[in-house]
């Protein structure tokens, strides 16, 4: 089975601190994503990364960096918290689609950030 | 611009009726497309997928259906089980995405018994 783990289930900061979110897992997957899920929003890509050391930009990633220095592990950082960011934050991954015909994402259980 | 759009934000159906979760995108680039199904404080899991060579594909209760011509797709659950009661998300990905998945906001099921 796949697993995707994300560090910590709920997080509370203050606005202007540093968050560090982690993700690790443990699949060899090349690939892996951060989101964010909001009511009515659905889910959004912030940042993904195809390999270690390579980060493409989502379509929300003013705000946020991301940090692979491993393969299993992908780390999304607040650089200044701001209370906007308050939301589900979800990682996940996912085989490079040349080896599988599917391109499944695995997802982790989720963190839930409130800035205060 | 919302490319995959779920426009009921909720829906309710008794136990053992079918389940019907809709689903319409408008970019003519993907090809392959998925529902996912999330439980409060879980991630979402994967459900059942469908490729656009396909027009149904079935999996136990599951069935998704694709419309190419109307870009549109709908996740048949039959025969509805209060377990059921979540929120569902349909995606898409396109083999010029670069394997990024496109979230529609999703559509609450209720299945009261």
Redesign the interface.
Known sequence: DVK?TQSS?YLVKRTGEKVFLECVQDMDHE?M?W?RQDP??????IY?S?DVKMK?K?DIPEGYSVSREKKERFSLILESASTNQTSMY?C?S?L??TRVA?????????T?LSVL | DQQVK?NS?SLSVQEGRISILNCDYTNSMFD?F?W?KKYP??????LI?ISSIKDKNEDGRFTVFLNKSAKHLSLHIVPSQPGDSAVY?C?A?SNTG????V????TRLLVSP
């Not at chain 1, 009515?40 to 890509?45: A, I, S, T």
């Not at chain 1, 599917?102 to 989720?110: E, H, L």
């Not at chain 2, 670069?98 to 998945?101: D, P, S, Y």
């Not at chain 2, 979230?103 to 999703?106: D, E, L, Q, V």
Request: hydrophobic share 35%; charged share 15%; proline share 4%.
């Open positions: 995707v289930r690939n994503f989101y009515g929003l659905g889910l959004r890509l993904f195809y493409e989502g979800l996940a996912s490079d689609s599917k391109n499944i994402q695995y997802f982790g259980a989720g839930r | 779920q934000p392959y998925l996912y404080a879980e991630g979402p899991t994967f997928s998300f995606a990905s670069f394997q990024k998945l979230f529609g906001t999703g």
